[in-house]
């Protein structure tokens, strides 16, 4: 059976939940600078909800106009709307200071409700980042999906609170383009980029290419098959971590990446996944809380609502103290999607026996094995001509979802056609992103067996896979490097 649309996603929407999405869009494109005013194209309309939730965004900016004055801007793919949006006014429409008091919109996110000082992050992406450059991130980070979804993920994180869901939204755009460089830098370079400096002469730079492919090589993680719900599951092999064992930079750089690389296979109605910790063979050698917490900090902070169901299978007695910590630290919302399992019966209440590999007792035939980047499969990233031809042909579908989402937000009543018109624009961004992505992401593991394929067709049990022989070396090497037990590597 076909999995149904959930609750609080485009297109299953109640009225509330639909004039809560149109405020966060209000405000939201204030912060671009995009924002609707009351005569747009002639309407007349109480924009009395509209403006208090936009105003979120206008009052929080304080005293930035000197601080930015004499910031040289960067180029970029919004450069031309943004000109365009400073000449005709500021944000506020007045010829003041942009934003007022950022103590306003501080005040009311209590700091036992900001768990990762996203309040903070928030006042300092505003800042330090243009409109334009806090624009440019969110387009990048939607990738193909419907610019709602992504929307609407935030706002169910922070229960449908569009002032959190906006500080929220903003201190991840800030956390993605500023902090770990995300497009520009982990996807856009990926596994191939972990090669090439494994075979650097500079010792600091090899270690991280090193440690980076050593948890790609031995099956650290992975992505493999479905669950019961038709959400992809991201495999842990917990044996396999050894703390030290690699740099923290290359494990953050790591989960990151692999994170990323999942949501590439969340295909409406499914956009959540699935994470299998397995605990075989677990010791108190494989703990490291570290990890653990920056791993829970990006899916509460930086990828809301993203986890369907957390499943912890075989866990031995000794790590129930340890679960007793690392449950403290969890939002209770994402502590009630972890289920313990200990057989495959357990297992197969999520999972069904012929999706759970042999390894850990089910029924399918399967072994992860690392593919080696290939030489020239980056070839197309070097194009300049295609890739600036589909970019120019992003921002102008950009332009016209912006203008579209401005007259969605005028509407008092419901408009099938402006949102037919808009869901045509985001399928237009979606089928965009597919073209350009050669041109500016990486291949994968993933795209070299097969899972993901050309237009983003999904196949999570490709039949190409790698050699066995590029197992069995890493395997052995990672037997040669440390003291193990034969149960620590497949």
């Not at 966060?24 to 924009?47: C, H, Q, Y």
């Not at 709307?81 to 209590?110: C, F, I, M, R, V």
């Not at 600036?388 to 950009?398: D, G, N, P, S």
């Not at 045509?424 to 070299?448: F, H, T, V």
């Amino acid at each position: 059976m076909a999995p149904s649309t959930l609750p609080g996603r485009p297109g299953n929407l109640t009225p509330t939940e639909e004039k809560t999405l149109k405020e966060l869009w209000a405000a939201t494109l204030k912060v671009f600078g995009v924002a609707p005013s009351p005569s747009e194209n002639g309407i007349n309309r109480d924009m009395s909800s509209v403006e208090k939730a936009a105003e979120v965004g206008s009052r929080v900016r304080s005293d930035t106009i000197g601080s930015t004055k004499g910031k040289k801007k960067r180029l970029s793919l919004f450069g031309r709307k943004q000109k365009e949006s400073e000449d005709s006014g500021d944000l506020n429409g007045t010829s003041g200071a942009l934003y007022h008091s950022p103590g306003a919109t501080a005040s009311s996110h209590h700091d036992g409700e900001d768990k990762y000082g996203q309040t903070k992050e928030f006042q300092h992406a505003l800042a330090s980042q243009s409109p334009e450059d806090l624009r440019a991130a969110f387009w990048s980070m939607s990738k193909h999906d419907h610019p709602d979804a992504l929307l609407l993920r935030f706002l169910r994180a922070r229960k449908w609170d569009v002032e959190k869901a906006l500080i929220m939204l903003i201190s991840t755009m800030h956390w993605r383009s500023q902090e770990v460089h995300v497009d520009d830098d982990i996807i856009k370079t990926g596994e191939g980029k972990a090669l090439a400096d494994s075979l650097s002469k500079d010792p600091a730079v090899k270690k991280e290419g090193e440690d980076f492919l050593a948890q790609m090589r031995t099956g650290k993680s992975f992505l493999h098959g479905v669950d019961k719900e038709g959400r992809p599951i991201c495999c842990v092999r917990v044996r396999l971590h050894r703390q030290g064992e690699q740099s923290e930079s290359s494990l953050e750089r790591y989960t990151v990446y692999v994170i990323e690389t999942a949501r590439y296979m969340l295909v409406p109605p499914i956009d959540t996944a699935a994470i299998l910790f397995d605990m075989t063979g677990f010791s108190l050698a494989n703990m490291d809380y570290a990890p653990v917490k920056f791993m829970i900090k990006c899916f509460e902070a930086n990828y809301p609502e993203s986890l369907g169901v957390v499943l912890v299978h075989r866990s031995p007695w000794i790590f129930q103290s340890i679960w007793a910590i690392i449950k403290g630290w969890l939002d209770p919302v994402v502590a009630s999607k972890v289920h313990f399992t200990k057989t495959v019966e357990e297992l197969e209440q999520f999972i069904p026996r012929s999706n759970i590999s042999k390894e850990l007792g089910g029924d399918e035939d399967w072994t992860y094995r690392y593919t080696e980047p290939e030489a020239n499969e980056n070839d197309l990233m070097k194009e300049d001509a295609p890739r600036v031809k589909l970019t120019e042909e992003r921002q102008e579908i950009v332009l016209k979802f912006e203008a579209a989402t401005r007259t969605w937000i005028a509407s008092p009543e419901a408009n099938p056609t402006i949102n037919k018109e808009r869901d045509l624009l985001a399928e237009g961004l979606r089928e965009n992103y597919w073209k350009l992505d050669p041109y500016i992401r990486a291949r994968s593991l993933y795209d070299r067996i097969g899972t993901i394929k050309e237009g983003g067709v999904l196949d999570f049990y490709p039949k190409a896979l790698a050699s066995p022989t590029a197992t069995i070396e890493t395997e052995k090497t990672h037997q040669t490097n440390h003291e193990t037990s034969a149960d620590d590597v497949d």
